[in-house]
């Protein structure tokens, strides 16, 4: 994947963005450096960058775009340049070096239309900083132009003899000018690389003043002006200048200069707040009844602070004097009193009634700092969105006789209220006196404060209709404790108090540290980590509350075993007084099964699934039997009206973001069902969109996030499409409580780690795969029968590679050309684990033992994945394989999934950047299975190891499994000479090893 960059090249008379692609790959290293500049080695040609810019950006006219070379100052070391995505070399000296570049060049309008299609969010790793940063400036000159930030100018500059026309940016806004203040601190290094001798902000300036430039004239091209209706002068070729595609004037005119100096008196109001700024200071009266005033006052230079007085200012020298003036005079055309502050010789403020100041504060305020004046409010004043100084309910929660048990999302709870009026509470008498001053500004406790009307309207209707007591539930109380605003009949809640049990859960979601942990329950077979003893205690404490948890660990931290420890402890806690259904893939069933009875095997299970899985009344007989029932996503559509029979303690759903759609079939019959508590295990709940999100938690919680078109409107767009920081935190504040998401790279979770972890991985068969095992099994037991000797012997092991086979896919047996997609339960299972994988931005191998199996993987994982998958066999030459290597180990960009053969790639090859381990079929031989997974564990390793061993359930795999795992260090010595071992079995011993379970066979499609 190469990454796409865009460099702003200011060299006068020409301004443009050249574009080019980065593209790793292996290069030699330069052992010399030369006085010219040496072609960059990494550099996307032209040829393979423009389908890439076709397809992404189908609105720039690729035949329009000249390629083009460009000498870049770069990062190298004496070896060669850096690749920009990889890590700095440690212990390398960087300077910054010439390289040649070949890429594209583009003018101010397909600059423009290019950066804003590229995407706001910094998830595409295939966008460099750059190009990014300059989009985002793109976006900044469209906000200049909605509030029309723009001039007219003639420029004579850099050496032309011929003016130019030109529409430059207008930055006289305090807002602005902080806005430029902030994208030339945080300038991406690589967007100097063109023009090192240039400041950020003359880049900047230069890239802002080409872009507007561009974009007017195209506005202007669909109306141009008529000549005719036009003066005569040197102004009407610069007015027809402006609004042409070529900004040059025709040829010079003897009366240029006059209208340059014309223009730059014009502009001087305009441009005074470069060297100092005229502002406004509003002072509230003593008493209520008194007058406002608006000092007037000068800021000199940068800093805020540096103000002078009005009477400092006339004290000292003419220009400041005259700077002065000059503001006050265009401040008075924006807010008219004050004009009255002027009629004296040296005016210091004005004075308003209290509408005025209301007025000042809600219509000249903003207009006034948009224009480029300073405004300093009373601190009660300055902040109109805040909740702190508005008229609304304070609260105290009324702590219930209980310890939260039982409660729920909509349970009521009982408040006491009061009306508050920026912190001071208000009786009955005083708010009635306040409402009927009809002032808009009142004074409370020695600050000023805006008297809203709606607030008095809402506050009389809401003092008409309650009682004592206020009744809200504790999903409002969640909402307003984690940021959210809620009202009652439209009055605002500005002070929330509360103690006892509901201080403690707010507190508790507010900070997991004071999360009791719990340990191994009775009945516990197994250590539980101190960090799954938190979850553990996180799952207890929210189902206490009746509030539904997302238990969203990183794989391979043990989401399952934290959720069994949980059962248990209900169950010694005398809770676990129903069923729980737990919902889960069909390819992890079998799974949950064992991993049940491994670590619980006190508590009882029944995996629901099958022709015949009992239904009707013998279902909800078999739930009321069994604690913990286990069925399929697939299955809860069909089997719904039984599952909606019983009445279940929990619902659990393993890999939640399966009910990321709300609108599948599947997802609404899962939300009907009802539970007293619920939970959610997923290791992405997020995988592409925020609504996948809202999918989960309003499972979990409903309602909680508000309906869906609300959470859309509210956060998803703009967050989105819009990148709003300030949704992002409401809503991460609003979701973090419920959901427990540790990773393996965090510090406190690495320590608890071993550094290799290996698991089982079981996975059901297929009724394809199912059927073509017995059929082998039956077929080569009668050939082992009427046998012997060598031919036996061959015969035997045929029957086991046919076997592994099957239970690889059916098309690795039958060597069809058929779809592989859901005939596996192993290449199921593998998928959605990849996923994760993927998601965590981790790298994998893939051990196999056919080649053959090999291909047919590389290509199915390249289409699932939409990402390239990499494969070495004994096939691959050795450049081929010494490429891959170095791409894995090396390209920050390259394929992060790598399936090798186990004969060629199980020993002698360094592969650390990778820390997942999936043996996909097994060499039934420890030693060897150890030797491929130390391509990973070794010396050069950085995180802790991943080794999952895949085993189908119900067949010889399984068996072997349970023999090695039960005689491990018997079996690395008896099994070490392969599967050899297996043909000396005789035959009935065979049999029992080969015979399928059809028990464990489980139909992915849940047929009835």
Known sequence: MAILHGIWVHQPPRAGLFLWGETWRQVAKRRKRSEAPAPHPYVQQPAELSPRLAAQFPQIPLSLLVPETLALQLPATVENVVYSASIAPEGKLLELEPWLVEGFWLDGHQAFELLLGVPLGGGDASIGD???????????????????????????????????????????????????????????GACRAATPELSPHQILKSFLSAMLDARVRTLLACEPPDPRTLPAGAVRPWLLALAHAQPQLKSPDPETPALAEALATWRAPLSYQVRSRTCFRLQPPEESQGEWKLHFLLQTGDDPDSLMAAQQVWSSAGELQEVFLAGLGLASRIFVPVERGLLVPQPTCCTMSTVEAFQFLKAATWRLRDSGFGVLLPESLADAGSLRNRLGLKLEANAPGRNGSGLGMQSLLAFKWELSLAGKTLSRAEFDRLAASSEPLVKVNDNWVELRPQDVRAAHSFLQSRKDQVGLSLEDVLRLNF???????????????????????????????????????????????????????????????????????????????????????????NELDGPILLICPTSVMGNWEREIKKFSPSLSVHVHHGARRPKGRNFVETAQKKQIIVSSYALVQRDSKDLKRVEWLGLVLDEAQNIKNPDAKQTQSIRELTARFRIALTGTPVENRLAELWSILDFLNPGYLGA????????????????????????????????????????????????????????????????LYERVVNESLAKIEQSTGIQRRGTVLATLVKLKQICNHPSHYLGDDGPLANRSGKLSRLGEMLEEVLADEE???????????????????????????????????????????????????????????LKAGGVGLNLTRANHVFHFDRW????????????????????????????????????????????????EQVVSAGENWLSDLNTDQLRQLLVLDRSEIIDTEDTA
């Open 130 to 188: 750059d190009l990014r940063f300059w989009s985002q400036c793109a976006r900044w000159v469209l906000d200049l132009l909605v509030r029309a930030k723009y001039l007219p100018d003639l420029e004579s500059g850099d050496g032309q003899e011929i003016p130019t026309a030109r529409w430059v940016p207008l930055l006289d806004s305090a807002v602005d000018q902080a806005r430029l203040k902030e994208f030339a601190a945080r300038l991406p």
């Open 483 to 573: 940021g959210d605003t809620p009202k009652i009949d439209g009055l605002p809640i500005v002070n929330f108090d509360s103690s006892g049990p509901i201080q403690q859960l707010l507190e508790t979601l507010t900070d997991q540290r004071k999360l009791t942990p719990i340990d191994e329950p009775p009945g516990f077979k197994g250590t539980l980590r101190p960090y799954q003893k938190i979850g553990v205690g996180w799952l207890a404490f929210l189902q206490k509350w009746g509030l539904g948890a997302c238990l969203a660990d990183d794989m391979g931290l043990g989401k399952t075993v934290e959720l069994i420890a949980f059962l248990l402890f209900l169950k010694s806690k």
């Open 843 to 901: 790298r994998a191998l893939i051990f196999t033992q056919f080649a053959e199996w090999g291909h047919l993987l590389q290509a199915h994982l390249s289409r699932q994945l939409g990402s390239e998958v990499f494969f070495l066999y004994g096939g691959t030459s050795k450049n081929q394989r010494e490429a891959m290597i170095e791409r894995f180990q090396s390209d920050p960009q390259g394929p992060r999934i790598f399936i090798l053969s």
């Open 924 to 971: 039934w031989n420890p030693a060897v299975e150890n030797q491929a997974t130390d391509r990973v564990f070794r010396i050069g390793q950085t995180k802790n190891v991943q080794v999952y061993k895949y085993v189908c359930t119900g067949t010889l795999e399984e068996r072997i499994n349970a023999l090695i795992e039960s005689k491990k260090a018997l079996a």
């Open 708 to 771: 869906r078109n609300f959470f859309q409107r509210r956060f998803a767009v703009p967050i989105e499409k819009y990148g709003d920081r300030s949704s992002a935190n409401a809503l991460k504040a609003l979701v973090q409580p419920f959901i427990l998401r540790r990773l393996k790279s965090d510090p406190q979770i690495i320590q608890d780690l071993p550094e290799k972890q290996e698991t089982n991985v079981f996975c059901p068969l297929t009724p394809e795969q199912a059927a």
